[in-house]
């Protein structure tokens, strides 16, 4: 029943953020809905589904193992998660790296995914990290073909703010794995 919980989560959250990657689909549901109705339904999905993705990934066993983890990718996401952490807070502001990167958020996606998937390799962080790894490739293909690049001009005061802001949520969740995810990636973790 868990694992249905996290692939119905899975099938949720990343199925309503595929739906930006259409254009016409988005056009179309917004334009059928309104523009802030879409929005709504967009917020009400992903969070449906982020909630189901935890309680199912939570409560789901882990399954065989599939593949032998990766100590270096366990050592390599003490660098690789802050790294994604600070493209993930560049990609909604206007960042020197966002507009270097143009798309940071599914970069940061992609990377913080594939290390997880390469350090754990059980069934059920193989599927949570697998999808998300696959989302992010996907969908950063499918911008690239669209050319889905926001102009902007870029400020230094945003770049300091998303390394600073990233640098400091990689230092949180890293200090407080252990007591929200059940598994502590450095001793000292509470």
Do not use: C
């Not at 996290?6 to 549901?29: C, E, K, Q, S, Y």
């Not at 560049?90 to 996606?109: C, D, F, S, Y």
């Amino acid at each position: 029943m868990a694992l249905a919980t996290l692939v119905l989560g899975l099938v949720l959250f990343l199925g309503i953020h595929t739906v930006p990657a259409v254009p016409p689909l988005r056009a179309a549901l917004a334009g059928r809905l309104g523009e802030n109705r879409y929005k709504g339904l967009f917020s009400a999905v992903s969070g449906i589904g982020l909630v189901l993705i935890a309680a199912g990934y939570a409560y789901a066993p882990r399954g065989e193992q599939l593949f032998a983890p990766s100590v270096g990718a366990r050592h390599a996401a003490l660098l690789v998660v802050p790294l994604a952490f600070i493209l993930l807070a560049a990609a909604n502001m206007k960042t020197h790296i966002r507009q270097a990167v143009r798309h940071p958020m599914l970069i940061g996606l992609g990377l913080w995914a594939l290390v997880h998937l390469l350090a754990n390799g059980h069934a059920k962080a193989t599927l949570l990290f697998g999808a998300f790894l696959a989302y992010a490739a996907l969908d950063l293909g499918s911008a690239v073909a669209r050319g889905a690049v926001k102009q902007f001009t870029p400020q230094r005061k945003y770049d300091f703010m998303a390394v600073g802001g990233g640098i400091g949520l990689a230092l949180l969740v890293l200090l407080f794995h252990r007591i929200v995810f059940g598994v502590a990636p450095v001793p000292w973790a509470l």
